[in-house]
């Protein structure tokens, strides 16, 4: 409503008062600008509607919805074979027991990594899941006939193989964590409205330093509303940032 009742009417009518006046250069200058403000428009409008989706946070989306059910999967396998050995070996038992807590411990410290990016998270994701893959080969190399059923194996086989997915699936959710864009309305804040919005500015300036007195109250009302939708982008990133 600010865009269409504000922005974009006091807009046009700064337009036509350059066509009435014969200002084409200033005209021209215009069209320009009005490119300017529907790129800004359509940037606070992506800014609003991304803030308010989960995908914002690309790798916490990335780990909910294709991480987290690998991680289901290996402790469900993990957590079978530890109960069918608790009356049998305790030595594999325990290396099963020791894969659970390196399991878990390289998801704590991933999720750590993604709430604040800070490397030594990210350092013990891979090192913990280093350890994890370790002993899973120690159970496949000693388990003295105690994980040799056809269920058994099976159990390993699709905890190796999901170990090998979350490994991938891990450092690509890192990866989206130390980028730019990590989330992706501040992004877009930060990296769009706030340039755009500075340029406009300059420019409404610009016009209006060049043109009669009456020329330059429309321009800096123009300029104004362009300042108030900046103020409403900025009190949505803050609101972005206490809900972060």
């Known amino acids: 409503q600010a865009w269409q009742q504000g922005i974009y009417h006091v807009a046009a009518e ?13 005209n021209d200058k215009l069209q320009q600008i009005f490119i300017k403000l529907q790129q800004l428009h359509e940037a606070q409008w992506w800014l609003q509607e991304v803030a308010q ?3 914002n946070h690309q790798a916490k989306y990335h780990f909910v919805n294709n991480i987290a059910p690998s991680i289901e999967m290996i402790s469900q396998a993990i957590s079978s074979i530890i109960q069918q050995l608790e009356d049998d070996n305790n030595s594999i038992l325990a290396k099963a027991m020791e894969f659970r ?5 390289s998801v704590n410290e991933l999720q750590s990594f993604i709430d604040s990016a800070e490397s030594h ?9 280093r350890i994890s893959q370790n002993i899973l080969n120690e159970l496949d190399v000693n388990s003295n006939g105690s994980l040799r059923s056809t269920e058994h194996q099976e159990l390993l086989n699709l905890i190796r193989t999901e170990l090998s997915t979350l ?8 990866r989206l964590r130390k980028a730019p864009q ?21 420019e409404f300036s610009k016009l209006a330093s060049k043109n009669t007195t009456t020329m330059q109250q429309q321009v800096i009302k123009v300029g104004d509303v362009s300042r108030s939708a900046f103020i409403i982008n900025g009190s949505l990133a803050i609101l972005m940032l206490v809900l972060a």
């Open 14 to 26: 700064l337009k036509n008062h350059l066509l009435n006046m014969n200002e084409v250069d200033s």
């Open 53 to 55: 989706s989960p995908a």
């Open 101 to 105: 807590y390196q399991l878990t411990e």
């Open 121 to 129: 998270h990210d350092d013990g994701f891979t090192s913990h899941l």
């Open 167 to 174: 490994k991938t699936l891990g450092l690509e959710t890192i």
């Open 182 to 202: 990590w989330n992706v309305a501040q992004y877009l804040l930060t990296d769009e409205i706030v340039p755009l919005t500075r340029l406009l500015t300059k």
